[in-house]
């Protein structure tokens, strides 16, 4: 009876060992269990496991990470209660720069974010479309302008400037250099600005001038009148010509007396002194003349341009007169001829 008792109370005490473990192993499983919370980009779940591992979790809950997705928080890191695991997928975007263009990703929505996950530097002028704070959908284009100044420097001519004085110590229509102009030299400096290696601007921003531009002068005649033994004569016009001179003798006209318009001009007046023959194209029949000498023997003075002559074109001028011996001594020489009003 004593005996049978005894294997009643060890029975007891074995079971009651047994409750006591069963009891332990299941606080223990119990108390391993975590309440963890994942959030995927805007979306967020919380759960409850007994991973040991933030990859064994995601194995559990089936959530495969894309390669270049980002998440807080290493896969090997034990996982601990009330542990906030937060994944981001990569997304979709155009990147243009210049003719280049091509897709790519990132996590991020701000284009400044975008571009630093890219290791993406913009110079100091360099900009972006959208702006770089703007936040932006997948698929958005993100153009890049690369801007670049380049300083140029290069010299230009300053042309000299005309000056024109009248002078009344010069014959009307009669002009004079006095100073002959040079031009000058200045050093010009443009910034142009490119953007993705396209010119977009260009603008002056200096001038030094290395050399003066020495100015043309000249000086045009004003006097308008000759002092002739008549007293002052007024004229519109001056002209150097060659004169020569001509008689009624058949050296100078090819005409004898009797012949056919012997002594008669081409305006159909009497030849005599005081006409002269010109080249109507520079002198219009029936001027009114003064011809001055520029040798210092006496002026041939006032005449009418009334004859022609086969020798006489352009600046050329013959002068009648009534002897053959006078016609001799004036030979050939420079005259000034007025053009009277």
């Known amino acids: 009876m004593e005996e049978f008792s005894t294997k009643k109370a060890n029975h007891f005490k074995m079971l009651t060992v047994l409750a006591i473990t069963a009891s332990l192993s299941l606080g223990v499983y119990m ?69 280049k263009k091509g897709e790519i990703k990132s996590v991020h929505i701000k284009v400044r974010d975008i571009l630093k996950d890219l290791n993406i530097e913009l110079g100091e002028k360099d900009y972006t479309y959208p702006n770089l704070d703007e936040e932006i959908n997948p698929e958005t284009e993100i153009e890049i302008i690369k801007v670049e100044e380049i300083i140029e420097e290069f010299e230009e001519p300053i042309p000299y400037e005309n000056i024109v004085r009248k002078s009344d110590r010069l014959d009307l229509g009669v002009e004079k250099i006095i100073q002959e102009g040079k031009d000058g030299l200045k050093n010009i400096k443009i910034k142009k600005v490119f953007e993705n290696g396209k010119l977009v601007s260009e603008n002056i921003i200096g001038e030094e001038t290395i050399l003066e531009p020495i100015p043309k002068i000249m000086e045009k005649g004003t006097k308008n009148t000759i002092a002739s033994s008549r007293g002052n004569i007024r004229y519109r016009k001056a002209i150097t010509m060659t004169a020569t001179a001509y008689d009624l003798s058949y050296q100078s006209t090819g005409k004898r007396p009797g012949d056919k318009y012997y002594g008669i001009t081409a305006s159909g007046t009497k030849a005599r002194p005081g006409v002269v023959a010109v080249d109507p194209r520079v002198i219009p029949l029936g001027t009114r003349l003064y011809v001055e000498s520029l040798d210092g023997s006496k002026d041939y003075g006032l005449c009418v341009a009334e004859d022609t002559g086969g020798a006489i074109k352009g600046n050329k001028i013959d002068l009648f007169f009534n002897t053959s011996g006078e016609v001799r001594r004036f030979g050939r020489r420079k005259v000034k001829v007025y053009i009277l009003e």
């Open 31 to 99: 108390h391993t269990a975590k309440d963890v919370t994942i959030t995927i980009d805007d979306e967020q779940k919380k759960v409850i496991t007994y991973a040991d591992t933030v990859e064994e979790l995601l194995r559990l809950e089936d959530i495969v990470l894309d390669k270049d997705a980002y998440i807080n928080i290493p896969l090997d890191t034990k996982l601990e209660n009330d542990m906030n695991i937060i994944i981001k997928t990569p997304k979709p975007y155009m990147l243009t720069l210049g003719d």
